[in-house]
């Protein structure tokens, strides 16, 4: 078979449409295409417009009729964290209740399903433990919820997965590896016979182990704990793999995996005068790249950058990223809707992407005057904060996420929509799993708000508007144009 390593664009969109691989063909197919190469050739061109349901797991995969009621889910079985390793081929999840499901992609059974180009997901679960507990501060009588607040991979080594978890006080390292299961395959019965003969034998044996299978298996590696007093909103990982940050409403620590008794105070906004707080943390992150710079976003809907080199403790910022609202449209919501409750840098480090109640704004590190997009994602229910403020639906923290080419975002909405954005913010795809509350797949080229708003109108009182099903939670495949979304304690993979 001859194979060509380079392929021109011509080729390459000739390649991907017109031809079909077959199962037993396709790993003789990887190695013969450079595949990185026609994904590179294909990145200018292609739409992500075709986006498909890959995988579902919950109370909705089997219950997609018209008309069809939902299952409501008790509240520990709704996922609350969804985050990808690096690699793509996991998949994990935290819920409510404390526990964490890792789902594994199975690359064969993608490889024979689809040709390469459009491979679809398909996912099993790999394994599923109990992360989190409930428990009580005695001392200040506080209730510690075991909910999962955030899920982050670390570097896999020796054959194990890593990956941190946390709740409003605690964080743990996790390990997750195969292991032997061994068995005692003859021992002595205590009257003179074994178990492995019926035959008596008057010398004492001792037990003979073999190992039968191999099973997956946790253990707790680090606990770290007692370093914040208030709820923790943020973890993330360096990228020399060895330091990670934790934040909560006042402080951002730096710890080491590997010492769990010790960390870094270098972000510390407390004032001397509780009375005197104006704003809190609700999220932080760490550059890409450069492992000195980490940014984190506040209540206020400022993005603040700090440098590690300049100081231990960052109560100087190299760069502060703040929209300014023309004071003439402030009102009592102006300050509610402003905060920020997720930011990520693109996978370059060149922007930072971070998401309010209402829009997703698009920051370049090297200007900081004014976002150079910002996105309108809810301006429809703008004149409905006053019942969302009511419900407390005002408060939802939605998460977003950046592709791994950069071109792309995603961030969910209410009605079990989510979005995904082109970095221009020009075209915006809404999708919704849930066929009883919007069609699926729905894609537009107009604008989404105005589309919403004409939904509005011509729908009759709140029943355009489902708070109930929200899309919180997003993560996009590392790797592939992927998404999985959560909505309740349904788990959602869509690819394109």
Request: net charge negative.
């Amino acid at each position: 078979m001859l194979c060509k390593a380079n392929y021109t664009r011509e080729e390459t969109q000739s390649l991907c449409e017109t031809s079909a691989i077959e199962p037993e063909d396709a790993q003789e197919y990887d190695k013969c295409v450079n595949v990185d190469t026609i994904k590179e050739a294909l990145s200018d061109t292609q739409e992500l417009s075709d986006w498909t349901l890959a995988y579902a797991s919950g109370d909705r995969t089997s219950n997609n009729v018209e008309g069809s009621e939902m299952h409501t889910p008790s509240g520990s079985e709704v996922i609350s964290a969804i985050e990808y390793d690096a690699s793509g081929r996991y998949l994990a999840t935290g819920t409510k209740g404390g526990r964490v499901t890792i789902f594994n992609r199975d690359e064969v059974a993608s490889c024979e399903n689809k040709r390469f180009s459009t491979r679809k997901a398909l996912y099993s679960p790999f394994m599923e433990f109990q992360s989190h507990t409930a428990e009580f501060d005695y001392l200040k009588s506080l209730e510690i919820e075991e909910k999962i607040n955030q899920i982050k991979w670390c570097r896999n080594s020796n054959n194990a997965h890593y990956l941190l978890s946390t709740n409003d006080k605690t964080i743990k390292l996790w390990k997750a590896h195969e292991k032997n299961v061994r068995e005692i395959s003859e021992y002595d019965l205590g009257n003179g016979s074994t178990s492995g003969s019926k035959n008596d034998i008057s010398s004492v044996n001792f037990p003979r182990y073999w190992n039968s299978s191999r099973v997956m298996a946790t253990k707790t590696k680090r606990i770290y704990a007692n370093a914040h007093t208030y709820h923790i909103n943020s973890i993330a990982l360096n990228s020399d793999g060895e330091t990670f940050l934790s934040a909560d409403d006042l402080r951002v620590n730096l710890w080491s995996l590997g010492i769990s008794n010790q960390s870094f105070n270098i972000v510390d906004i407390k004032p001397n005068n509780m009375e005197e707080l104006t704003e809190v943390i609700t999220a932080a992150d760490f550059h890409p790249s450069h492992c000195n710079i980490m940014m984190y976003s506040t209540s206020r809907g400022a993005v603040k950058l700090g440098d590690l080199r300049q100081a231990a403790l960052c109560d100087i910022y190299s760069k502060v990223y703040e929209d300014q609202e023309d004071p003439k449209a402030c009102n009592f919501f102006s300050e509610i809707i402003a905060s920020i409750s997720d930011i990520k840098f693109s996978p370059d480090g060149r922007y930072i992407i971070a998401r309010d109640f209402l829009t997703l704004k698009v920051w370049d590190l090297n200007m900081d005057s004014r976002p150079v997009q910002t996105i309108n994602i809810h301006e429809q229910l703008r004149p409905r904060l006053g019942d969302l403020y009511e419900s407390d639906c005002i408060f939802d923290k939605f998460e977003c996420d950046v592709s791994g080419d950069g071109k792309h975002f995603v961030t969910g909405s209410y009605n079990s929509e989510f979005h995904v954005y082109d970095h221009q913010g020009k075209r915006d795809i809404c999708i919704s799993p849930v066929p009883k509350i919007i069609q699926p797949n729905r894609r537009h080229s107009m604008p989404h708000h105005v589309l919403a708003q004409q939904m509005l109108d011509s729908s009759s009182g709140e029943g355009a508007l489902d708070v109930s099903r929200k899309v919180l939670q997003t993560s996009w495949h590392p790797l592939l144009n992927e998404v999985a979304i959560g909505i309740r304690n349904n788990l959602f993979v869509y690819s394109c």
